[in-house]
């Protein structure tokens, strides 16, 4: 009920105050046509972002860059310490407001911890477990956010407070019961609409630029791929009118 009471009333409010495809604000300084752009790729962690950034998001000349990463750099199979994270994410930072793109800075979202252990050794987290790594890794971004001036947005508080995280049908991550899947890491659908309102809100509020936008991350950006699907860039591509 909770979740449903925020999904309706932040859609409501942000449709009342910007109807679907008016012009508001930092949009008026361009007449060209506005685009979204999906630059997630599966299993990508900051090395890889790094690997591909001129490419698939600084070539775009962005206004707005909305960034998510850190959910494989800090498990097994991609793993990257702490340190070489922070360094990392910094200089993808660096390099996007190099070419005169604000960023809106995402934390990691929370994750299933019965799921994730099937796929990655519990000991690998060591005796504090998965959730005190993904703490760290929050309060990193966090504090680059701050740093940089940034613009920051908790998604881990949102699913975290409102998103049932566990193994009911109501989760908003995956699970067997609302997805056939043991998976405890990627959202839903409703997920995904959960992040795209949040972002939505989170632009307008701020009176942010979103001409050319580019959604840069690893699977959870993704979702499937494009922005006609049920990822976050496209609910967000829906939301925005374009």
Known sequence: MRRRTFLQTTIV???LAFPAGLVQGKQARTAEAPFIINAGIGGNNTVDLLGRIDKDCLAHKPDMTILMIGTNDMNSKKYIPLPEYEKNLRKIIEMILGVKSEIMLMTILPVHGPYLYTR????FYGSDGHKARKVKVNETIKKAADDYKLHFLDMHHVFDSIGNVGEES????QNALNS??????????DGYRTMAVAIYEALIRTNAPYQRLVCFGDSITNGGGGVDGNSYPGYLKRLLGY
């Open 13 to 15: 409010s942000a449709s």
């Open 170 to 173: 109501s989760s908003l991550i």
């Open 180 to 189: 056939q899947k043991t998976d405890g890491v990627h959202p839903t659908a």
């Open 120 to 123: 990655h050794e519990k000991a």
